[in-house]
């Protein structure tokens, strides 16, 4: 089974990775509460002053943070859990999300952005973003709104905050989260160890060493041996994205089924936030609209997505540089807000994918080929890869495609890694099978090339583990 970190959570600079817990809280509220239990609650969060826009009628921006300080710390057992205040001090943040929500075209996005991106904070200069809210480099709420301004043109309208003990405790209220662990894997940095692939229940402490694990080690299927997750910050944001959508919707399940326990979970979500001083209840409806129709055997209810990047080196170290031109239909949705019906999702009708083979496993283009067009996806060849074997697999996207490519990654599996590839120009989407692809989730193999037409009807296609797993 899973194993939870410990004490080994307080033994590092312990980085909240699910600060969207808020969120979780506000919806209970919103579902379970009478006007004034609404405001009774939002009293008790503390607030703060921060250089926020008024929001628009029609939807809001959320920031969202994760705070790793231990202010609250006081007692000997909290510093084992969480670490010294006096040794471990400031406020870093390591989780950043924008929630856009547009209760008119009753639809929501969450855009999470990575922690090694390079960008211009202004006060401090050229570095990474997760440094605009260190406090020990001057920074906090106001530098990381001015670098999402100045970078991406993105005004903030509320502002949330929460710290990692808030998180445990919404978490063990619930009682456990489910969550599917496609291989086995282990962090020897947060303690968390999952013996086998399967679906696990995690309580607080397990669920922060999963989120907050950036040294991964899995099981590479071909050698046996323990290979590190060379997606490390990307792969835990998708871990982050999944986790939420879980959580979320769980706490909305509960909160219909029983009020009593929606507002128990409330109290236990609330007294560690901090949000903006202009936060009030039309703020707090606003999250209500984005999560309120979750539920944990649907997590299709938002649509979640990582700002898109490319990866290189700056300041003598590797980073993430915006790639602004496949990231710019998410900054005009970003600060769009429409008052009417949302336009049709993208289909895989209107994506061509082509497939190249990088895994080392003879046929297996061909045969992934046939379950995306099976999968509705149009079809765009089959290769090999130029540079011969591949750890990760990727989808690749040409330039525009970005939303296409987010698509496949839907089908393909959230272990894959984006990458924008301005040189594709007869495709929409490249898919590069690497080492570690294991079939598309809920696929059955594909027929061979060349099957003859007719014959027996192919097996319905398996149930999808990860979306079983409850």
């Given at each position: 089974?899973?194993?939870?970190?410990?004490?080994?959570?307080?033994?590092?600079?312990?980085?909240?990775?699910?600060?969207?817990?808020?969120t979780?809280?506000?919806?209970?509220?919103?579902v379970?509460?009478?006007?004034?239990?609404?405001?009774?609650?939002?009293?008790?969060?503390?607030?703060?002053?921060?250089?926020?826009?008024?929001?628009?009628?029609?939807?809001?921006?959320?920031?969202?943070?994760?705070?790793?300080?231990?202010?609250?710390?006081?007692?000997?057992?909290?510093?084992?859990?969480?670490?010294?205040?006096?040794?471990?001090?400031?406020?870093?943040?390591d989780?950043?999300?924008?929630?856009?929500?547009?209760?008119?075209?009753?639809?929501?996005l969450?855009?999470?952005?990575?922690?090694?991106?390079?960008?211009?904070?202004?006060?401090?200069?050229?570095?990474?973003?997760?440094?605009?809210?260190?406090?020990?480099?001057?920074?906090?709420?106001?530098?990381?709104?001015?670098?999402?301004?100045?970078?991406?043109?993105?005004?903030?309208?509320?502002?949330?905050?929460?710290?990692?003990?808030?998180?445990?405790?919404?978490?063990?209220?619930?009682?456990?989260?489910?969550?599917?662990?496609?291989?086995?894997?282990?962090?020897?940095?947060?303690?968390?160890?999952?013996?086998?692939?399967?679906?696990y229940?995690?309580?607080?402490?397990?669920?922060?060493?999963?989120?907050?694990?950036?040294h991964?080690?899995?099981?590479?299927?071909?050698?046996?041996?323990?290979?590190?997750?060379?997606?490390?910050?990307?792969?835990?944001?998708?871990?982050?994205?999944?986790?939420?959508?879980?959580?979320?919707?769980?706490?909305?399940?509960?909160?219909?089924?029983d009020?009593?326990?929606?507002r128990?979970?409330?109290?236990?979500?609330?007294?560690?936030?901090?949000?903006?001083?202009?936060?009030?209840?039309?703020?707090?409806?606003?999250?209500?609209q984005?999560?309120?129709s979750?539920?944990?055997?649907?997590?299709?209810?938002?649509?979640?997505?990582?700002?898109?990047?490319?990866e290189?080196?700056?300041?003598?170290?590797?980073?993430?540089f915006?790639?602004?031109?496949?990231?710019?239909?998410?900054?005009?949705?970003?600060?769009?807000?429409?008052?009417?019906?949302?336009?049709?999702?993208l289909?895989?009708?209107?994506?061509?994918?082509?497939?190249?083979?990088?895994?080392?496993?003879?046929?297996?283009?061909?045969?992934?080929?046939?379950?995306?067009?099976?999968?509705?996806?149009?079809?765009?060849?089959?290769?090999?890869?130029?540079?011969?074997?591949?750890?990760?697999t990727?989808v690749?996207?040409?330039?525009?495609a970005?939303?296409?490519?987010?698509?496949?990654?839907?089908?393909?599996?959230?272990?894959?890694?984006?990458?924008?590839?301005?040189?594709?120009?007869?495709?929409?989407?490249?898919?590069?099978?690497?080492?570690d692809?294991?079939?598309?989730?809920?696929?059955?193999?594909?027929?061979?090339?060349?099957?003859?037409?007719?014959?027996?009807?192919?097996?319905?296609?398996?149930?999808?583990?990860?979306?079983?797993?409850?």
């Amino acid at each position: 089974m899973a194993q939870g970190a410990g004490s080994a959570v307080g033994r590092f600079a312990a980085r909240l990775v699910i600060a969207l817990v808020l969120t979780a809280a506000v919806v209970t509220a919103g579902v379970v509460a009478v006007n004034s239990a609404i405001d009774d609650e939002l009293a008790r969060i503390p607030r703060i002053e921060v250089a926020t826009v008024p929001a628009p009628a029609a939807g809001a921006n959320y920031l969202v943070v994760g705070s790793d300080s231990r202010a609250f710390v006081e007692t000997a057992e909290e510093q084992r859990a969480f670490g010294n205040p006096d040794v471990e001090a400031g406020r870093r943040s390591d989780t950043m999300m924008i929630v856009h929500v547009e209760p008119g075209a009753g639809r929501s996005l969450v855009v999470s952005f990575p922690r090694d991106l390079w960008v211009n904070v202004p006060g401090i200069g050229n570095t990474k973003i997760n440094a605009a809210y260190n406090s020990d480099l001057g920074g906090g709420p106001d530098a990381l709104i001015g670098a999402l301004r100045a970078n991406f043109g993105i005004d903030v309208n509320h502002y949330v905050e929460v710290d990692f003990q808030t998180f445990e405790s919404m978490v063990n209220a619930v009682g456990t989260v489910p969550v599917y662990v496609d291989r086995p894997v282990i962090d020897n940095f947060t303690g968390f160890v999952a013996v086998s692939a399967g679906c696990y229940q995690l309580g607080g402490t397990e669920a922060l060493a999963w989120l907050r694990s950036r040294h991964l080690e899995y099981l590479d299927p071909t050698t046996g041996r323990l290979v590190a997750d060379p997606r490390a910050d990307i792969g835990r944001i998708e871990r982050q994205q999944d986790f939420i959508r879980r959580l979320a919707g769980l706490v909305v399940e509960r909160s219909l089924a029983d009020p009593l326990e929606g507002r128990a979970i409330v109290r236990n979500a609330v007294g560690g936030l901090r949000v903006d001083q202009s936060f009030d209840r039309r703020a707090a409806f606003g999250l209500v609209q984005a999560f309120r129709s979750m539920s944990s055997g649907d997590t299709s209810a938002i649509e979640f997505v990582t700002f898109p990047y490319t990866e290189g080196n700056a300041g003598g170290q590797a980073v993430l540089f915006p790639d602004r031109t496949n990231g710019a239909s998410l900054l005009e949705r970003l600060s769009t807000f429409a008052t009417g019906p949302a336009p049709a999702p993208l289909q895989p009708a209107d994506v061509r994918v082509r497939v190249v083979n990088g895994s080392g496993r003879s046929g297996l283009a061909e045969r992934v080929m046939n379950d995306l067009v099976a999968a509705g996806y149009v079809k765009g060849g089959t290769g090999n890869d130029e540079r011969g074997r591949v750890a990760v697999t990727e989808v690749r996207y040409a330039d525009g495609a970005a939303d296409k490519a987010r698509l496949v990654l839907g089908t393909v599996g959230a272990g894959a890694k984006l990458v924008g590839d301005p040189t594709l120009t007869a495709t929409d989407v490249q898919v590069v099978l690497g080492a570690d692809f294991t079939g598309l989730p809920g696929a059955t193999a594909g027929a061979p090339a060349g099957a003859p037409a007719g014959g027996p009807a192919p097996a319905a296609p398996a149930p999808d583990p990860a979306a079983t797993c409850r």
